[in-house]
């Protein structure tokens, strides 16, 4: 089993629409969770936190469910701005916990 | 505000060259990275280093040299390029490398080994 693991995309979704991520990580060990964003030919940046009790920043929810290893971002009204790969990131675990490792991402596209 | 750079930001060579890749960054973190990223594999980390001359391996560090003389300066060198190297090499840098620390990566290098 990978350690994250991503919706294989890409998501082709129109604007306004609602459009949900999934992420399954394998490390029961890991502290930390994160969604990064990550443009066609640029470096990924750091989008949210994902936190136990979930968290929201404007448009995005993110949830984190420890006991299923579980991952999620939800985006709410897509605007075209938003298409980008969207990269789940977990903390290594053990020692090394400022240590990420990254899934492969997810590809959004959101069309007019 | 310059944050973290790289250079160059592409670079063609020939296996068996050697090639160095750098990294600057001009926050004072404490913790750089080097990772690499391939079409199926996303971002893999190479090497790590929690301050000046520590260093560490990460996922896949066959191939690859670091060095941390200077807490801003983090180098990547590949002694003895080889095809399976060319890729997009990505730098980052956190303030402590603690869990839940952000990392913020530089524009990365595009490297193609001929």
């Known amino acids: 089993r990978k350690e994250v693991e991503q919706d294989p995309g890409p998501f082709n979704v129109p604007e306004g629409a609602t459009v949900a991520f999934n992420c399954t990580y394998s490390n029961s060990a890991s502290q930390s969770f994160f969604w990064y964003r990550q443009d066609c030919r640029k470096e990924p940046k750091l989008l949210m936190s994902v936190y136990s009790s979930g968290n929201e920043d404007g448009r995005f929810t993110a949830q984190l469910n420890r006991a299923s290893q579980y991952i999620s971002l939800l985006i709410r009204d897509s605007k075209l701005s938003d298409s980008a790969t969207y990269l789940c990131v977990v903390s290594s675990g053990g020692g090394s916990q400022g240590n990420l490792i990254f899934g492969k991402g997810t590809k959004l596209s959101v069309k007019p | 505000d310059a944050g973290i750079t790289q250079s160059p930001r592409y670079k063609i060579t020939e296996t068996g060259r050697q090639v160095t890749l750098m990294c600057h960054q001009t926050?004072?973190?404490?913790?750089m990275f080097w990772y690499r990223q391939d079409l199926g594999h996303g971002l893999r980390l190479i090497y790590y280093?929690?301050?000046?001359?520590?260093?560490d391996k990460g996922e896949v560090p066959d191939g690859y040299v670091v060095s941390r003389s200077k807490t801003e300066n983090f180098p990547l060198t590949l002694e003895s390029a080889t095809r399976s190297q060319t890729s997009v090499y990505f730098c980052?840098?956190?303030?402590?490398?603690?869990?839940?620390?952000?990392?913020?990566f530089g524009p990365g290098t595009r490297l193609t080994v001929l």
């Open positions: 980052a840098s956190s303030p402590s490398g603690g869990a839940g620390d952000t990392q913020y």
């Open positions: 280093s929690a301050a000046a001359d520590i260093t």
């Open positions: 926050w004072s973190h404490s913790y």
